[in-house]
């Protein structure tokens, strides 16, 4: 079994900053890239942003400059730093990575639970 655990949500003001985290853990043989996904009330489930195993990363136009991801593969763990938060912010983020459990096992993606955040102005 997999399991994604994410911490780190909370409720703040607009501006301020927040750091997410998710590890990953059981049996895990390699994992690819490794994001953070949010949904907001009434919307659609959104990339915010991804990293690779090389560490290369992409993010969604609207947290460019704002939000950085970052991950220790030697923990399986995967970070967001969130500043200059907006209320537009406020949605539950979860995690997301895309691993191998054995070496002959294809690859899968597998989601946390989430984390609230919320961000008032």
């Known amino acids: 079994q997999v399991q994604l655990v994410e911490s780190g949500g909370a409720l703040l003001q607009a501006g301020g900053s927040l750091r997410l985290s998710c590890a990953a853990s059981?049996?895990?043989?390699?994992?690819?890239?490794m994001g953070w996904y949010r949904q907001a009330p009434g919307k659609q489930r959104e990339l915010v942003a991804i990293i690779t195993s090389g560490g290369i990363t992409n993010y969604a136009d609207s947290v460019k400059g704002r939000f950085t991801i970052s991950r220790d593969n030697a923990k399986n763990t995967v970070y967001l730093q969130m500043n200059s938060l907006k209320p537009e912010d406020t949605a539950v983020y979860y995690c997301?990575?895309?691993?191998?459990?054995?070496?002959?096992?294809?690859?899968?993606?597998?989601w946390g639970q989430g984390t609230q955040v919320t961000v008032s102005s």
């Open positions: 997301n990575a895309e691993l191998r459990t054995t070496t002959w096992a294809t690859m899968n993606n597998y």
């Open positions: 059981g049996r895990i043989f390699s994992i690819n890239a």
